[in-house]
């Protein structure tokens, strides 16, 4: 990182730091091409190294998306990744995480993470909807849509091919209006860290 500064957003446990090369290192690819763990993910197709890792990085400069590393707060361990698609056109967003440290997973902090993320678009940035999908057998995730309130918009029916079976897949959404009813005070802080 080039300089000492970054604008963070930050939860109780987490913090989402902009993703930097620096994020880029051989546990973080581990993650990547971990095929348990990438189960239901996209990513599962593909081999993953530092090249491809850091040309998916450059794809989101000069756009409007957003790539932010998961910290643990406590320590700043690195311990996942989460995406957001944003169209500006329509104030909307698609978004997308990763908890790949195993020190990590299976602690609430993926839950957690998900819903800063939702919070600071919201509020933040003023996006209207935020959408995120998966396959109907990512129990852990559909747990995630589930906890936050986010409802069930559609079934893209056997979509996916998950271990050589169709899998549906599950299309959520969640509105502006409906997240601040749930949430009347903000959960995500924005703010400068000294990394
Ligand atoms: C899905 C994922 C983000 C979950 O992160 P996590 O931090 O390990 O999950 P959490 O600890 O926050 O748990 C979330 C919920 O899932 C449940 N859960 C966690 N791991 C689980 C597992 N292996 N099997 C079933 N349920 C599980 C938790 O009990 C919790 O539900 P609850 O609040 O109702 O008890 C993580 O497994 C991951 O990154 N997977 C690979 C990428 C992926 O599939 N991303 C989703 C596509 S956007």
Redesign the pocket.
Known sequence: MASAVRLVISGRSIELWPFEESFITDTYLSWLNDRA??R??RQRHAHHTRDSALAYLRSFDGSSNRVWAVRRRVDRLHI?TMTAYVDPGDDVADI?????HPA?????????AWGVAMDHLFRGEGIRKVT???SAL????V??FL?WRMQLEGIRREQESIDGRPADALLFGMLKTEWEQCHPQPIAAFGERGR
């Open positions: 763990l990438m239901y993910s996942g997308g995480i990763l908890i790949g990590a997973r299976g602690k609430g902090l993926g839950q957690e995120g999908g998966t990512n129990t852990a995730m747990r995630i906890h």
